[in-house]
């Protein structure tokens, strides 16, 4: 016989918990740069300049991108399966913009988040959901019926991550295969078919942080993606979408 899909739901779970808490990943850690504010820039574009008024974030993590979406006025929530992860945010703000955090799968979200929201965003999040058909049924549902969802992931067409998860110790393949399942057809195809409607993605990016952080690294990004050799497989993508 084989698990029912709420045990594989919960190993699944439990699995990312050990990945993402037994040690602190640097590339986790919340600090401003500006290799991090580009991320959150370029959501913003994306969305036309404002995510609206309640905004939640999917697997929020130590708040990364939600302290830097806190001090831009955006009245963000946070939600992650992790406890640890939220303790480390909370400790992270300091009190300074008191950010509600809920410990949650969305696939168990808390009944009172259902039809909230004027945005759900994430950040790197959707490539470790268990189930995304699933896992964007429920973002449907916390979000009002005029909501968007938007995400930034991965370009799984782009070589350097396989090398990541390669050389990188605290990085490992069953943390992070889920990245194969971020091609535009895919998460299209299951958004489209719990109800989002204009649909659109973009690719950005060009340089690892340690370049993109430099004072001339954005200017050099910015010509190096205008070349269509290599558009396909710019290292960042964003996924969007609105409830008809």
């Not at 929201?117 to 699933?134: E, K, R, S």
């Not at 690294?217 to 008809?244: K, N, S």
Request: charged share 25%; proline share 8%.
């Amino acid at each position: 016989m084989s698990p029912s899909p709420e045990r594989n739901a919960s190993e699944h779970n439990l699995r990312q918990r050990r990945y993402f808490e037994q040690s602190v990943k640097r590339t986790m850690v919340p600090k401003d740069s500006p290799y991090l504010r580009r991320h959150v820039d370029e959501m913003m574009r994306f969305a036309g300049g404002d995510l609206g008024g309640r905004v939640l974030e999917v697997g929020c993590g130590m708040g990364r991108y939600t302290l830097i979406l806190a001090r831009r006025g955006v009245r963000v929530e946070g939600l992650d399966l992790s406890p640890v992860l939220l303790d480390r945010l909370r400790a992270s703000d300091g009190g300074r913009y008191d950010i509600p955090l809920h410990c949650a799968d969305i696939l168990r979200y808390p009944p009172e988040l259902e039809g909230e929201f004027d945005a759900v965003v994430g950040f790197f999040t959707l490539h470790h959901l268990h189930d995304l058909p699933q896992s964007f049924e429920a973002i449907r549902r916390v979000l009002k019926p005029d909501g968007r969802a938007v995400f930034l992931e991965p370009n799984p067409y782009n070589p350097l991550y396989y090398v990541q998860i390669l050389v990188t110790p605290r990085m490992s393949w069953q943390g992070e295969r889920g990245i194969v399942w971020m091609r535009p057809r895919a998460v299209f195809r299951v958004m489209c078919e719990v109800g989002f409607r204009r649909l659109a993605t973009t690719r950005f990016g060009f340089f690892p942080p340690f370049l993109a952080n430099r004072g001339w690294g954005h200017r050099a990004e910015t010509m190096l993606e205008g070349v269509p050799l290599w558009r396909g497989l710019l290292p960042f993508q964003i996924f969007g979408g609105e409830l008809a």
